[in-house]
């Protein structure tokens, strides 16, 4: 299940809005002999991927898949039909599949005679990348996580504005590695103006990844026309003129979202979390003080002790020098499905 997890993790961020699923077929003596995940849409599925590799040494072995391989006819046939022409004898899937109009596969294969394991390493699964989807499948809206590189006293920038960089290389590496697996990355009009950020996802060289998430700026100035994030053929790039989180979520929705980064700055993220919009938070803590210049986040709509914004932490981790501290938000009743 690692493995197909790994898998799955390669293709994170190309296959929206189908989830990325990683499968590894198994011949009958348990030599691994298939691996396969998600392909862009219209392309095969993970498990089709991974029987095309296995060939005639499916037969009688087992597929390991994240989620429960669908059971209807989409832009491409049932992946349970190709594990029974190949003959799989065993399935284990770490997660049922919550959409009704894909489920069922898991009935199916058990129905056909294949021995079927529901829950393996499921927590570990749920947590990686079908995190996003699982939440829109729930939700209706994108998963949204807040990144912040901030100083011990919790600055973003210094007292002039400035802000780079607070957190050191592999701290702001690993940032490269998040966007690469984002669908969009979402910054405010005060942070375009302040930084002119380009906002790709780029290797330690400098070079562009091959996935680049859309780029979207929120809040009614203009962008100036010699903003980095304007030059031509770099990633897209969209700007909403609006203050409205849940009219973003809604838009983004639409554009096939399912994973986004919200990278900035305070007051953006903190009307997203005033609108209950925040489901993960990134905190990227370098053992530094300014003493001065912006906080973390801006009004987030508390205003006494009784609506502190609790979090559960996922992992505490060193970057280099920094810490990381990766947190969920508790779920609250506020927005809704956007669309
Ligand atoms: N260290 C870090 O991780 C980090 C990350 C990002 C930014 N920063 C720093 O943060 C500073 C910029 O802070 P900022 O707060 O101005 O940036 P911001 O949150 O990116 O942008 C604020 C602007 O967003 C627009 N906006 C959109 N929705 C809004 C809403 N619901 N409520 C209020 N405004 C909304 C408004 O612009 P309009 O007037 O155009 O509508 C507002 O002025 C810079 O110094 C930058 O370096 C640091």
């Known amino acids: 299940m690692r493995r197909a997890l790994a898998a799955s993790d390669r293709v994170h961020g190309t296959t929206s809005p189908n989830p990325a699923v990683g499968c590894v077929v198994l011949d009958r003596d348990g030599r691994v002999v298939g691996t396969g995940a998600t392909s862009p849409p219209g392309g095969p599925h993970a498990e089709r991927a991974a029987l095309a590799e296995a060939g005639p040494r499916a037969a009688g072995g087992t597929a390991v898949v994240t989620l429960e391989p669908c059971n209807h006819t989409g832009r491409t046939a049932p992946c349970v039909d190709g594990l029974l022409e190949a003959g799989i004898s065993r399935v284990y899937t770490a997660l049922a599949d919550p959409n009704p109009v894909a489920a069922g596969g898991l009935d199916r294969l058990r129905a056909a005679g294949v021995e079927v394991t529901l829950g393996t390493l499921a927590t570990e699964v749920a947590r990686g990348p079908l995190r996003g989807w699982l939440h829109r499948q729930r939700t209706g809206r994108p998963h949204v996580t807040w990144k912040v590189a901030t100083t011990l006293d919790g600055r973003v920038a210094a007292a002039d504005g400035s802000s780079r960089w607070i957190t050191g290389p592999e701290a702001r590496g690993e940032v490269h590695d998040l966007r690469r697996r984002m669908d969009a990355i979402v910054a405010g009009t005060g942070t375009v103006l302040a930084d002119d950020p380009v906002l790709t996802a780029r290797h330690p060289d400098g070079t562009l990844r091959d996935h680049q998430p859309l780029r979207v700026v929120v809040g009614n100035r203009d962008v100036p026309p010699g903003a980095r994030l304007r030059a031509e053929g770099v990633a897209p790039a969209l700007h909403l003129r609006t203050r409205d989180p849940a009219e973003v979520l809604a838009e983004l929705t639409r554009r096939d979202v399912v994973d986004l980064l919200l990278e900035g700055g305070p007051t953006l993220a903190g009307a997203f979390v005033a609108a209950g919009a925040v489901d993960r938070v990134l905190v990227h803590l370098a053992p530094a003080l300014l ?43 506020a927005c809704g499905p956007a669309e």
Not at 293 to 303: F, I, Q, R
Not at 311 to 327: F, K, M, N, S, Y
């Open 291 to 333: 003493g001065a210049g912006p906080h973390a986040l801006g009004d987030a709509g508390v205003g006494t002790i009784a609506d502190i914004v609790r979090l559960q932490v996922d992992e505490v981790r060193r970057a280099g020098g920094d810490i990381v501290v990766d947190a969920v938000i508790d779920p609250r009743p």
